[in-house]
């Protein structure tokens, strides 16, 4: 597809993360320059990440530097040299069930991490600022599928507490620098490369070791699963679609959840189908060849029993949608575990 000229540089955080190396990856395919940021957090297997980076360095239009979110004077002095065009902050501190145990990882990634970008992208004036959300932020909302116009202030957890606050800063960034924001909410997303701290890696691993599996809530539960290719294709559309303030609250389509004061929007990424845990768990079954020891367990704290998306916004934006099956992206994910891992 055609790209703007002036939108060539992309800064991206969390490279070296699973959504992180899937759209560098991505783009650098479609000769954008691309600079990497990721502190290495050892959150999940260090290792998986110095792989991811390897990776893609082997195409000169990519570099990247180590360093922690909250050091800002490290932040900046790599935006400052590199001069991007677009940032596409994806680095956090990840994973709802964590932030049970350590809040304060959090508040440290993603509440300080987030201002210092979204401090360098008002001082560079990028063109457009994009940052990762969460389905979380629905938190205790029932009404389904979720769309981005529904009020959404039932946080369960300090994870999705945090990224909520994240909209929040980033609408006022928006607002009052004229920074076009846009926030990505994604749905559960799994693929190659994926996360060792989430359901389908953690599945896939047990039943071929055969350790037995923790199904919560009896696996009654919901999940919009979001096949990561379909994901970072969306991210690279939306860096197209960049919001401009509305000069009257009129002019928002009812669909669009463009603020009426500020150049910002926030995005749902998800399939817009959902899965039932227990039949996420068979076609994982089937993929593997092999059978689960299932442990069934009562729901976690923090958890919620559904996400779902409405992913209408999207496809008016981009005339794109995610589509792959869950049962398609399973194969695939365990087809690169195996090769990966050897078993
Ligand atoms: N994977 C999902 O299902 C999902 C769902 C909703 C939202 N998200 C959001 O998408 C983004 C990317 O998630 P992911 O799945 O690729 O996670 P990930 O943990 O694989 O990637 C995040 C990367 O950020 C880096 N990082 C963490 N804290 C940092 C800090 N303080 N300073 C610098 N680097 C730091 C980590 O080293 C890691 O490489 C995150 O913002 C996450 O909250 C992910």
């Known amino acids: 597809m055609s790209t703007q000229t002036d939108m060539r540089k992309v800064l991206i955080t969390g490279t070296?993360?699973?959504?992180?190396?899937?759209?560098?990856?991505?783009?650098?395919?479609?000769?954008?320059?691309?600079?990497?940021?990721?502190?290495?957090?050892?959150?999940?297997?260090?290792?998986?990440?110095?792989?991811?980076?390897?990776?893609?360095?082997?195409?000169?239009?990519?570099?990247?530097?180590?360093?922690?979110?909250?050091?800002?004077?490290?932040?900046?002095?790599?935006?400052?040299e590199f001069q991007p065009d677009v940032i596409v902050h994806l680095a956090a501190q990840a994973g709802v069930r964590y932030s049970l145990e350590n809040p304060r990882?959090?508040?440290?990634?993603?509440?300080i991490g987030t201002f210092n970008v979204m401090?360098?992208?008002?001082?560079?004036?990028?063109?457009?600022?994009?940052?990762?959300?969460?389905?979380?932020?629905?938190?205790?909302?029932?009404?389904?599928?979720?769309?981005?116009?529904?009020?959404?202030?039932?946080?369960?957890?300090?994870?999705?507490?945090?990224?909520?606050?994240?909209?929040?800063?980033?609408?006022?960034?928006?607002?009052?620098?004229?920074?076009?924001?846009?926030?990505?909410?994604?749905?559960?997303?799994?693929?190659?490369?994926?996360?060792?701290?989430?359901?389908?890696?953690?599945f896939v691993d047990a039943i071929l070791d055969d350790r037995p599996i923790n199904i919560y809530n009896q696996g009654d539960m919901y999940r919009d699963f979001t096949y990561v290719d379909d994901l970072v294709r969306g991210i690279r559309l939306l860096i197209d679609a960049v919001p401009e303030r509305p000069a009257t609250r009129d002019d928002i389509p009812k669909?669009?959840?463009?603020?009426?004061?500020?150049?910002?929007?926030?995005?749902?990424?998800?399939?817009?189908?959902?899965?039932?845990?227990?039949?996420?768990?068979?076609?994982i079954e089937e993929a593997l060849g092999k059978k689960a020891v299932r442990n069934y367990m009562e729901m976690q704290m923090g958890d919620v029993p559904a996400t779902w998306a409405d992913a209408t916004l999207l496809?008016?934006?981009t005339s794109y949608r995610p589509r792959t099956d869950y049962k398609d992206g399973i194969a695939k994910f365990v087809a690169w575990f195996r090769e990966y891992y050897g078993k």
């Open 16 to 80: 070296a993360g699973f959504i992180g190396f899937h759209l560098a990856k991505l783009l650098l395919a479609e000769g954008f320059r691309v600079k990497g940021y990721d502190g290495m957090t050892d959150y999940y297997d260090v290792t998986l990440k110095q792989r991811r980076h390897s990776m893609l360095l082997q195409n000169p239009n990519f570099s990247a530097k180590e360093g922690m979110l909250e050091d800002q004077a490290s932040f900046d002095a790599l935006a400052d």
């Open 105 to 111: 990882a959090y508040i440290d990634a993603n509440v």
């Open 119 to 202: 401090e360098a992208a008002r001082r560079l004036d990028v063109k457009h600022l994009l940052m990762a959300s969460t389905s979380s932020v629905y938190g205790a909302n029932e009404e389904m599928p979720f769309t981005e116009t529904e009020k959404a202030d039932t946080q369960l957890t300090i994870y999705a507490a945090t990224k909520k606050a994240n909209e929040s800063m980033g609408h006022s960034y928006a607002h009052l620098w004229d920074l076009p924001t846009t926030m990505f909410r994604f749905f559960t997303v799994y693929g190659t490369w994926g996360r060792p701290d989430l359901a389908l890696y953690k």
């Open 255 to 283: 669909w669009d959840s463009l603020s009426p004061a500020a150049p910002f929007r926030v995005v749902n990424i998800g399939n817009s189908e959902k899965v039932r845990l227990l039949d996420f768990v068979d076609a």
């Open 315 to 317: 496809q008016e934006l």
